[in-house]
């Protein structure tokens, strides 16, 4: 019953924004950690961002200063404001969380940034 829908992606020129949003349903989402990842072609999943149940957060040394996780408990969902955005940012980004100790993940939304 956990279900995580991402959207907001799409193509942006370099140096442009984003704003990804991952709407979370089936959890008590207020209690868990959100994460986002991105896996571009022929390599490995990364962990963009991640925010704790209190609001703390991680960011990858990539991202760091340009990207912000934020969410809204009371609307059940995640965000991922991208700013200044590179060409190797280009990926799909996923929402993730673990409850129960089995990990969850949206479809994923492409995020494509040209130069």
């Known amino acids: 019953q956990v279900h995580l829908v991402e959207s907001g992606g799409g193509l942006v020129q370099a140096g442009g924004s984003l704003r990804l949003s991952c709407a979370a349903s089936?959890?008590?989402?207020?209690?868990?950690?959100m994460s986002w990842y991105r896996q571009a072609p022929g390599k490995e999943r990364e962990r963009v961002a991640i925010i704790s149940a209190s609001g703390s957060t991680f960011y990858v040394d990539s991202v760091k200063d340009r990207f912000t996780i934020s969410r809204d408990n009371a609307k059940n969902t995640v965000y991922l404001q991208m700013n200044s955005l590179k060409p190797e940012d280009s990926a799909v980004y996923y929402c993730?969380?673990?409850?129960?100790?089995?990990?969850?993940w949206g479809q994923g939304t492409q995020v494509t940034v040209s130069s």
């Open positions: 993730r969380t673990l409850v129960t100790s089995q990990s969850y």
């Open positions: 089936g959890f008590a989402f207020r209690i868990y950690a």
